[in-house]
């Protein structure tokens, strides 16, 4: 099935495949911890969800890097 078959790394070698990795984790700490930003604000936890979210974004990035990568 289409759904079944296990992504390709991209092409270009390891440098390529270097700035995947990276721009995946800058990424996720970055959405996340806008978003736990925003929450913090709504909120006015004290800056807990910041780190909260930085972490989320940090296991998703990883997450996503082994998944498209197949580190």
Not at 24 to 48: C, H, P, T
Request: aromatic residues 12%.
């Amino acid at each position: 099935m289409a759904g079944d078959q296990i992504p390709q790394p991209p092409a270009g070698g390891g440098a390529g495949q270097g700035w995947v990795a990276i721009s995946y984790l800058i990424a996720g700490i970055a959405v996340w911890g806008f978003i736990g930003w925003l929450v913090d604000r709504w909120f006015d936890l004290g800056g807990v969800p910041i780190g909260i979210g930085a972490v989320v974004g940090a296991a998703g990035g990883i997450y996503l890097v082994i998944r498209r990568l197949g580190v």
